[in-house]
């Protein structure tokens, strides 16, 4: 059993602690893909704590406990899609002053390729972007994003290969 299945377990019998140790645990990459998804730091916080509330007010209807990583995900891609439909928004029709979004790695410490990133995801069809994003940043594998995505976990791998390959040949070497 994994620490964070030990954290669910806990969170389900009402330990606020554990819960807040599994919001810790998963804030960042909560935030770096409703960023992108929202294309607004604003937005993409408002999601996150939305999603936060409504896990921790739902926590005991998670029926697989070593599930809460895509569970909670599942919920953050809900709260991202109905943020975008009450504004009256979509990715693609947002103003590029309206955000400023850059991947916070080390590996990407150049604003510039950072910023080239970015625009090469958002040019990968839905869900395919998402699926890179989640898989690299998140670190999720390709059975918790097929429930995720509701696809087979084969499909999944399909998209990321493809879309992984379709991104070396978009981006300097």
């Known amino acids: 059993m994994t620490d964070t299945t030990m954290l669910v377990i806990l969170a389900k019998s009402g330990d606020v602690e554990a819960f807040a140790q599994l919001y810790d645990y998963y804030s960042t990459d909560m935030f770096r893909y409703a960023s992108y998804l929202l294309n607004s730091p604003l937005d993409a916080e408002d999601a996150v704590q939305e999603t936060v509330l409504s896990a921790f007010r739902k926590i005991n209807s998670l029926e697989k406990n070593e599930a809460f990583k895509s569970w ?22 947002l103003p590029e002053d309206e955000y400023f979004f850059s991947i916070k790695d080390d590996t990407l410490s150049d604003t510039g390729a950072a910023l080239e990133l970015t625009e090469a995801i958002k040019s990968l069809p839905p869900p395919d972007g998402q699926i890179v994003l989640l898989s690299v940043l998140g670190g999720f594998k390709s059975h918790e994003l097929a429930q995720i995505f509701q696809m087979p976990a084969g499909t999944v791998r399909s998209k990321l290969k493809r879309s992984l390959e379709r991104l070396r040949t978009m981006l300097p070497a």
């Open 72 to 93: 909670l995900f599942k919920i953050l891609t809900n709260c991202c899609k109905n943020i975008l439909k009450i504004r009256g928004k979509t990715p693609d029709s």
